[in-house]
């Protein structure tokens, strides 16, 4: 699919069949028990910051469902959303059964309800 060479196939078969058995800290997150360089990150991210809480996350939309999910926004909550951005400003938003209110954005691309 990705087009890799052997040697990177390789290289990522061997850490996949690797990780369960190896002392850590783990690559990945989920499904082990044992500490992972995710929750490393994370952790060295909330002392940095100085917060409670911090999640890693794979991309700004996964950010951004996780945020609204944070805040409890749902079914019936408008959230506005800039009328020249990203489809997945509008996309999160739906997938979390609010309504986007797209508004203008001024010659700066800031918001101008």
Known sequence: MWD???EAKG???DLLAAE???GGPHLFRYYNPKPSRVAAAEE??????GTKYCLAVNSCTSALVAA?????I?????????AYTF???????ASSNAIPVIVDVDETLCLDP
């Open 4 to 6: 890799l060479s052997a």
């Open 11 to 13: 290289k990522i078969k």
């Open 20 to 22: 369960p058995n190896v």
């Open 44 to 49: 060295a991210m909330k002392g940095l910051i």
């Open 68 to 72: 609204y999910r944070a805040l409890g």
């Open 74 to 82: 749902g079914a019936g909550d408008e959230v506005i959303v800039p």
């Open 87 to 93: 489809f997945a400003t509008s996309a999160t938003v």
